[in-house]
C-alpha cells in the first residue's frame, strides 16, 4: 500500500471520526439509547442476567456500556423496576441518578460505537482492495465515510451499526470458507454468524443468503450434512457464551409470561409450561426472545410513508427509504454498479458474492410488515459499498471524462454529508428537497427518534421562551435540560393557543393546525416551534 492510498485511508477515517464525535455531545438520547440498549446493557455485564427487554440480543448492548466498568457508575439494581423488568423506568433511575450526568452517560456509551464504526471502515476498505484495488478500496471507505446514514448511527448507542458489521463479516468469511473449505474457515464462518445472531436477529437471513451463494457458486459438496451441524453447533455456542453460559428454565425473568404461558398451553399444554417454569435450559432467553420477534414482525408497526400511515406498512418501503435518505451521487451509483455488475465485477464469483446478500436482503424486506427506519436496512450497506467501489475504480481507469465524472460525484455525496453536520439522522436527499422536506415523506427514527431535545433546550434559553407546550415522543425529561414544558390540552390538538408550541416531526400529525401553521424555527429537521404569542405570526 503507497503512501498516498494510507494518507487517503487516514484522511477519510478522520473525516468519519470528526463527525461522529463532533456530533456526539450535540444530541439528546434517542428513545432506543435511554429506554433499552445504555442501562439494560450495563445490567447485564454486572448480574449475567437479561430479564431487561431482551427482545435485541446482548453484544451491542454490551458493548457501549463497557466504559462504565472503568468509570464507576451505579447501577439501579435495588430498584423496583429491576425486579419488575420494567426497562424504561429502570433507565430513568440509571440516568437520573447516578454519580455521572446524563449527558456523560450518553457520551461514554456513544463513544466506543464511534471507535466500532472506524473499525467496521476499515474493512470495508480492505475487502474492497482486495477485490478490485487501492483505487476502489479508497473510494468504498470514502463512501462509507461520508454516508449520512453511517454517520447518523456511528454516534448512537444503538444495535444497528453492529449486526451490518458481523452480516458483512458473515458472508465474507463464509466466501472465503468455499473457496478454501477448512475446519479453520468453517470455524471463523461460524463465530462470525454467532457474533451476528448476538447483534440482531437479522442475522437469520445469512443462512438463506450462504445457501444460495454456495448453489450459484456450485459448492453445494461444501456445505455437507456433517459440516452444517458443525457450522451450527459452534454458531450456537458463540450465541451461548454470549450469554455467559446462561442456563436457566424459560419463563424465568422474561417478559409478558401470561403472553407466553397461552402460547405454550397452546402447543404443548399444562406439561410443556411446567417444563417451562421449571426445568433450566441453555440459550432459554435467545429462544425466548427469538419467538417474540416473530410475534412482532407478523403484528407489524404503525409506520409513516409519504403522508399515509399504516400497520400493515408497503412493499416499497425501504426502497423509497433508500432512495431519500442517502446523498443522490450514492444512490446514482448504487443503481449504476447493479446495472453494470457484470463490467463492474468481472470475476463471477466476487459478483455473486456481493450482489446475493443485497437482492435476498431486499426482497426478504417486502412483506415486513416491521417498517421502523431504514436503520433497518443497513446491513446490505457494505455490500453496496464494494460495489460502488468497483464501478468508480472502473469508471477512473476508462477515460478521462468518466474519470471526471467519478471523482465529481464523490465530491458531491461528501459536500452533502459535511452540509448536514450535526443532523446526519434527520437528513433527506435533495431529490426530495433536502432535509426541511423529510417529515414529508418519513417518520420516526429516519427523522425523529429524540434527538434533538436539546437543541430545542439552547434555542429556548436564547430566546427567552418561557415555558413551552411541548408534544414529543423523546425520552429525556425537559427538565434535565432546564426547560420549563407543559403538555398539550385536549383542545390544543385541535386550535392552537397563545403560546410557544414545540412539535416533534413523529407526532405532528395528531396535531391538526401544524398542517397550515408555519414554524418560526425548526430544530435539527425534527422540532417545529410556533409562536402564537403574537397574533400577526
Not at 454470549?242 to 424459560?250: I, R
Not at 403472553?259 to 397452546?266: N, S, T
Not at 386550535?495 to 416531526?505: D, Q
Request: proline fraction near 7%; charged fraction near 15%.
Amino acid at each position: 500500500m503507497t503512501t498516498r492510498v494510507k494518507i487517503g485511508v487516514f484522511a477519510c477515517l478522520a473525516f468519519l471520526a470528526a463527525q461522529t464525535f463532533f456530533t456526539l455531545p450535540k444530541k439528546s438520547p434517542t428513545s432506543d439509547e435511554f429506554s433499552h440498549h445504555v442501562a439494560n446493557g450495563y445490567s447485564y455485564w454486572l448480574t449475567r442476567d437479561f430479564r431487561m427487554n431482551p427482545v435485541t440480543p446482548p453484544f451491542s448492548r454490551m458493548l457501549v456500556s463497557l466504559p462504565f466498568l472503568f468509570l464507576k457508575v451505579q447501577c439501579p439494581l435495588n430498584h423496583p423496576s429491576w425486579f419488575e423488568g420494567n426497562s424504561p423506568e429502570f433507565a430513568r433511575q440509571f440516568f437520573y441518578h447516578n454519580t455521572r450526568t446524563l449527558d456523560e452517560l450518553i457520551f461514554w456509551a456513544r463513544a466506543p460505537m464511534a471507535v466500532f464504526s472506524i473499525f467496521f471502515g476499515i474493512l470495508v476498505f480492505f475487502f474492497s482492495k482486495a477485490f478490485f484495488g487501492n483505487a476502489a478500496g479508497l473510494a468504498s471507505l470514502f463512501l462509507y465515510s461520508f454516508c449520512p446514514d453511517i454517520i447518523a448511527f456511528s454516534g448512537l448507542a444503538t444495535s444497528d451499526l453492529v449486526i451490518a458489521l458481523f452480516y458483512f463479516l458473515s458472508v465474507i468469511r463464509f466466501s472465503g470458507y468455499l473457496k478454501d473449505p477448512s475446519w479453520k474457515n468453517l470455524s471463523l464462518t461460524a463465530i462470525s454468524t454467532g457474533l451476528a445472531f448476538l447483534s440482531k436477529f437479522t442475522a437469520l437471513l445469512l443462512f438463506p443468503t450462504m445457501l444460495l451463494i454456495a448453489i450459484f457458486l456450485k459448492k453445494k459438496k461444501e456445505i455437507s450434512p456433517k459440516r452444517v451441524l458443525v457450522f451450527l453447533g459452534l454458531t450456537l455456542f458463540t450465541v451461548w457464551a454470549g450469554y455467559f453460559f446462561e442456563m436457566k428454565p424459560l419463563l424465568q425473568n422474561t417478559p409478558d409470561p401470561p403472553k407466553k404461558i397461552a402460547f405454550l398451553e397452546k402447543i404443548g399444554g399444562e406439561p410443556l409450561v411446567r417444563f417451562a417454569e421449571k426445568q433450566p435450559i441453555p440459550l432459554a432467553t435467545f429462544a425466548s426472545s427469538l419467538g417474540g420477534l416473530f410475534f412482532t414482525r407478523a403484528a407489524g408497526t404503525h409506520a409513516y410513508l409519504m403522508g399515509e400511515w399504516s400497520d400493515t406498512g408497503w412493499w416499497y418501503y425501504y426502497l423509497v427509504a433508500f432512495l431519500i435518505k442517502n446523498t443522490l451521487p450514492m444512490v446514482l451509483l448504487s443503481i449504476l454498479s447493479l446495472l453494470l455488475v457484470k463490467k463492474a465485477v468481472p470475476d463471477r464469483w466476487t459478483r455473486c458474492v456481493l450482489v446475493v446478500p443485497v437482492g435476498l436482503f431486499f426482497i426478504a424486506t417486502l412483506p415486513d410488515r416491521a417498517q421502523a427506519g431504514i436503520r433497518y436496512f443497513l446491513p446490505i450497506y457494505p455490500f453496496l459499498f464494494l460495489l460502488m467501489g468497483g464501478l468508480v475504480a472502473l469508471m477512473y481507469r476508462h477515460s478521462k471524462p468518466l474519470k471526471i465524472l467519478a471523482l465529481a460525484l464523490l465530491f458531491w455525496h461528501g459536500t452533502e454529508s459535511l452540509a448536514s453536520f450535526p443532523d446526519h439522522l434527520s437528513y433527506f436527499s435533495q431529490g426530495v428537497g433536502g432535509s426541511r422536506n423529510g417529515y414529508r415523506y418519513l417518520r420516526d427514527s429516519n427523522i425523529d427518534w429524540g434527538q434533538d431535545l436539546k437543541g430545542l433546550s439552547l434555542y429556548a434559553k436564547k430566546q427567552g421562551l418561557g415555558e413551552v407546550a411541548l408534544y414529543f415522543l423523546g425520552p429525556v425529561d425537559p427538565a434535565y435540560y432546564g426547560m420549563a414544558t407543559r403538555p398539550l390540552t385536549p383542545e390544543e390538538f385541535k386550535e392552537p393557543g397563545n403560546t410557544v408550541y414545540a412539535i416533534g416531526a413523529h407526532a405532528m400529525d395528531n396535531v391538526l393546525w401544524t398542517k397550515r401553521a408555519k414554524p418560526v424555527q425548526v430544530i435539527g429537521h425534527s422540532i417545529f416551534v410556533y409562536d402564537f404569542r403574537n397574533p400577526a405570526l
